[in-house]
């Protein structure tokens, strides 16, 4: 199971911290990241992390702004999303794809950057 929070109203140039708890998961080999979804608007990848070398993927439209980490103590994973823009509204999800190509995801948390 995978619970995200974190989200909310920022005003544009702001800074959110979202976190997503996998509890129930027990795998060595996976990657575990994050998607948004705005209405009208296709989903996207916003970054995921490599259980296994912590190596990292930043989509071209967050990239400098959004941070990901994983503290592996904890069963968590952070996005760290600084210099928000309007288009950064979405509602944020996490998810978590095994090695073996079996796919997570949990219910998201809105983000919502006025401007």
């Known amino acids: 199971q995978l619970q995200a929070s974190g989200g909310g109203l920022v005003q544009a140039g702001g800074s959110l911290r979202l976190s997503c708890t996998a509890s129930?998961?027990?795998?060595?080999?996976?990657?575990i990241g994050w998607f948004r979804q705005a209405p009208g608007k296709e989903r996207e990848v916003v970054s995921c992390?490599?259980?296994?070398?912590?190596?990292?993927y930043s989509a071209d439209s967050v990239n400098g702004r959004f941070t990901i980490s994983l503290d592996f103590a904890k069963d968590t994973v952070y996005l760290q999303m600084n210099g928000l823009k309007p288009e950064d509204t979405a509602v944020y999800s996490c998810?978590?794809?095994?090695?073996?190509?079996?796919?997570?995801w949990g219910q998201g948390t809105q983000v919502t950057v006025s401007s």
């Open positions: 129930g998961i027990t795998f060595d080999d996976y990657a």
């Open positions: 998810y978590l794809i095994t090695a073996g190509l079996t796919y997570y």
């Open positions: 992390i490599a259980s296994t070398d912590g190596s990292t």
